[in-house]
């Protein structure tokens, strides 16, 4: 165990120094948020979400219907667009979320 002291002290060092140094940990990935404002619920069918936002980073069900969820996480920002289809994958409902200041008049 007393070999082990430095290496852990080390590795404690390192995961404490991470905001310091800038490398807060994150999730997810980014996406064009300006294009949020093109959903249209009843009208923009899943093809369209995929070509305005890519491929989403996660999916999932939500009282039966398929949802997607493109979102950016971290320790200070969060942004998330959940999107929900009907049976003919067409946008039944979406949310948008953020803490980006500059999201705000979305």
Do not use: H
């Not at 990935?29 to 936002?53: A, D, L, N, W, Y």
């Not at 200070?76 to 979320?97: A, C, G, H, P």
């Amino acid at each position: 165990m007393r070999n082990l002291r430095p290496l852990i002290t080390l590795m404690l060092l390192a995961i404490l120094s991470l905001p310091a140094t800038g490398c807060m940990p994150s999730v997810g990935r980014p996406f064009p948020v300006k294009q949020v404002r093109q959903i249209e619920i009843g009208t923009t069918s899943q093809i369209e979400i995929r070509q305005m936002f890519g491929n989403p980073w996660r999916t999932g069900i939500e009282d039966g219907f398929r949802t997607w969820t493109y979102g950016e996480y971290s320790v200070k920002k969060t942004r998330d667009l959940i999107i929900r289809f009907d049976d003919q994958n067409v946008v039944k409902s979406y949310s948008f979320s953020s803490s980006y200041p500059e999201d705000e008049n979305l």
